[in-house]
């Protein structure tokens, strides 16, 4: 399966900034996607990111708000903009584990820890 | 919308003892059933899956069982060690572009 490295862990931000995450994957993968996962809850897809197109947003996520890179297939960020306290959750990136034929489950990242103040 | 419930939100057992979680989905169409485990400060990560042509999968201390008619999958933990100590997520997917569903997940404790 797939390896991701996502950065940062963690972070503190003030209200009104923004934090940008990253995650690099250790081979090519057509989508990422990007969860979030408020404290003691389950995981929420944010959006799904295909390299050389705009993201696909979920309903109650919009673009400028959480906008997505996604410049080659093995590389994504996610921004969190105009932070709130709201905003305070763990932000996962992930690749589906496919061959061609069959779905498969997700790799993860690490997560990154936000904290809004 | 589609959604999976999981159940218990919660789960104490003693070790050396079973755990079971249960999840129920709507979407008929699914057809592939990961579950994962999520340590603190950590990503989940897939621990067993099933498909749907299957009806149950055993690998070591976990099996999953699959009833497609009830639309109905479990979790099953045999000998727990303190180090089975995480949150479990169930999910339910049919591919073609729709997105996973994952469940609310349970919290287990093994005490030692």
């Known amino acids: 399966s797939a390896v991701i490295s996502q950065k940062p862990s963690r972070d503190i931000c003030q209200r009104g900034t923004s934090l940008t995450i990253q995650c690099q994957v250790d081979?090519?993968?057509?989508?990422m996607f990007w969860y979030r996962q408020q404290p003691g809850q389950s995981l929420t897809l944010i959006a799904t990111a295909n390299q050389g197109s705009e993201a696909t947003y979920e309903s109650g996520f919009v673009i400028d708000k959480f906008p997505i890179s996604r410049p080659n297939l093995t590389f994504s960020t996610l921004t969190v903009s105009n932070l709130s306290p709201e905003d305070s959750s763990i932000y996962l990136c992930?690749?589906?584990?496919?061959?061609?034929?069959?779905?498969?489950?997700?790799?993860f990242g690490s997560g990154t820890r936000l904290t809004v103040v | 919308g589609e959604n999976v419930e999981q159940h218990p939100s919660t789960l104490s057992v003693q070790e050396g003892d079973s755990a079971v979680i249960k999840c129920t989905y709507s979407?008929?169409?699914?057809?592939?059933f990961p579950w994962y485990k999520q340590e603190l400060g950590k990503g989940p990560q897939l621990i067993i899956d099933?498909?749907?042509?299957?009806g149950e999968k055993k690998d070591q201390r976990i099996a999953v069982t699959l009833n497609k008619t009830a639309k109905h999958f479990s979790l099953h933990i045999t000998e727990t060690q303190p180090e089975d100590s995480a949150v479990y997520f169930c999910?339910?997917?049919?591919?073609?572009?729709?997105?996973?569903?994952f469940g609310a997940g349970t919290r287990l404790f093994v005490k030692a």
């Open positions: 979407d008929s169409a699914s057809n592939y």
């Open positions: 099933i498909r749907s042509n299957v």
């Open positions: 999910a339910a997917s049919r591919g073609g572009g729709f997105k996973t569903i």
């Open positions: 992930s690749v589906e584990d496919r061959d061609w034929t069959e779905i498969g489950g997700y790799t």
């Open positions: 081979s090519q993968v057509t989508m």
